[in-house]
């Protein structure tokens, strides 16, 4: 029996990838709060302690308006540049090695910041993070699918400057009422400029809203995937293939998607071969970052030391690294392994 403390410790210090991590959502209320005093916003709330208090969401919808609201602060270069820094500085602490993270482009657009002012700012932010924690990152656009797929084609337009600084585009927010079907044409041109594709499916959607992901936008990673636990056919797919899913236990925890962690289904799609992560999502929001959700869905599932290596493991191999960085990565968890078998 795994002692509480020797779980806690293996679950942050383990190397691990994270691949299913908004920026946005790692946006804390310390820092909303002294970004919003230097661009000499007023808050609707008065302090930290009240802002937290609204952090008790019954479902998405709820979640992603305090989420916007939270966004409005965000006018400068700086402002980003810290957004994404104090995310990697964070997650540092608990054994985060390389990150591809996601940001959303039209939540700043449409409050006229332009493109190139969130993006260099959050670039800047992700080399800073290299540079003082050596956590390796490379950023991910997504479209976000209750606005149109019109619109999500002026995003593409908009990032074609940075093109060399994005490794992939996904699709994000609100799902229902929103199916992949939606974005076909955007991401068949995302894929021939040369993208790499992802996208949230099957979080309040079903099954379906995965295969259709697949079969229709040509997803290479599915974020969330819960919703697959409910097709064999398609867990065996996602199987066979080394369909990679990214899973955030403590925000579907958080979300209400599954109310008891203790019912995950993270350890079933392990076991039957899936390429199953864990990540963290919206940390500032979910009560937890990366080494916490290792922490809490390896309690609440009973996993085991080697369920544990196995996850970090296929964090790394489901990254868009090149073979030889992803064996480097994966050989820093082997080592870890070794030394910390528990």
């Known amino acids: 029996m795994i002692s509480d403390n020797i779980m806690r410790d293996i ?57 916007y609201e939270s966004c409005s602060v965000l006018i400068n270069k700086e402002d980003f540049h810290d957004l994404a820094y104090n995310f990697i500085k964070k997650a540092a602490s608990q054994g985060l090695k390389y990150v591809e993270p996601f940001f959303d482009p039209q939540t700043h657009l449409q409050r006229k910041i332009p493109f190139k002012t969130m993006f260099e700012g959050l670039l800047s932010g992700c080399e800073s993070g290299l540079k003082d924690f ?20 002026e995003v593409l337009n908009e990032a074609k400057e940075f093109k060399s600084k994005i490794i992939a585009v996904g699709l994000d927010s609100n799902e229902q009422g929103n199916p992949p ?24 959607g079903t099954a379906k809203s995965i295969s259709d992901a697949l079969e229709c936008l040509n997803i290479e990673r599915i ?24 899973m955030c236990p403590l925000s579907n925890h958080k979300l209400q998607v599954t109310p008891d962690l203790s019912k995950h289904m993270l350890k079933k799609l392990l076991d039957r071969g899936v390429m199953v992560m864990i ?26 030391f080697d ?20 064996k480097y990565y994966v050989n820093l968890v082997t080592e870890f392994s070794k030394n910390n078998k528990a």
Not at 225 to 245: M, S
Request: proline share 2%; hydrophobic share 35%.
């Open 134 to 153: 050596d956590v390796e990152s490379n950023l991910i656009m997504c479209f976000l699918r209750d606005r149109s797929e019109e619109e999500a084609f």
């Open 307 to 326: 369920d544990i290596v196995a996850l970090a493991k296929n964090s790394f191999e489901s990254t868009f690294l090149s073979d030889d960085r992803k």
């Open 223 to 246: 974020d969330h995937g819960c919703a697959l636990i409910h097709d064999d056919d398609l867990v065996k797919k996602f199987a066979e293939n080394k369909i990679p899913l990214t």
């Open 181 to 204: 079907q939606k974005f076909e044409r955007v991401f068949k041109e995302a894929k021939s400029k040369g993208y790499r594709l992802v996208a949230h499916a099957g979080e309040e």
């Open 11 to 67: 679950s942050y210090r383990i190397p691990k990838a994270e691949l299913h991590l908004h920026l946005e959502g790692s946006f804390e209320p310390e820092l909303m709060f002294e970004i919003a005093k230097r661009n000499n916003i007023q808050v609707v709330y008065k302090n930290v302690e009240e802002l937290r208090q609204k952090y008790k969401f019954n479902n998405l919808k709820e979640f992603l308006d305090i989420y």
């Open 279 to 304: 990540n963290s999502d919206d940390p500032a929001y979910f009560g937890g970052y990366i080494g916490e959700n290792y922490y809490e869905i390896w309690k609440a599932l009973n996993l085991s």
